[in-house]
């Protein structure tokens, strides 16, 4: 196991539990994409890295759309009050 391997399975482990990011993601997924695709266990890797990311931004566009409505029902409730 590579050292950004082990250094991410710390991080998202007990004692931390860290929420990986969008861009923690982007910087992993960079990394497995430069080495060589002989590695069969490299390409794996990176595309489960890949699908968890695609499922974290998927999650935060929803929350972002969320937020969005419920931001302008609140702009039309207060245009009719005032």
Same mark, same amino acid.
Do not use: C, F
């Given at each position: ?19 990986? /990011?969008?861009?923690?993601?982007? !910087?992993?997924?960079?990394?497995? &994409? #430069? ?6 266990? @490299? ?16 999650? /935060?566009?929803?929350?972002?759309? !969320?937020?969005?409505?419920?931001? &302008? #029902? ?6 009719? @009050?005032?």
């Amino acid at each position: 196991m590579d050292s950004r391997k082990r250094l991410w399975n710390i991080m998202v482990s007990p004692p931390y539990n860290i929420k990986p /990011t969008i861009p923690m993601y982007n !910087r992993l997924i960079r990394h497995y &994409a #430069r080495v060589p695709s002989q590695y069969p266990e @490299v390409n794996n890797r990176m595309m489960e890295k890949i699908r968890e990311g695609s499922a974290l931004l998927l999650d /935060t566009l929803r929350e972002v759309h !969320r937020a969005a409505s419920s931001l &302008a #029902r609140a702009k039309e409730l207060a245009k009719r @009050v005032s």
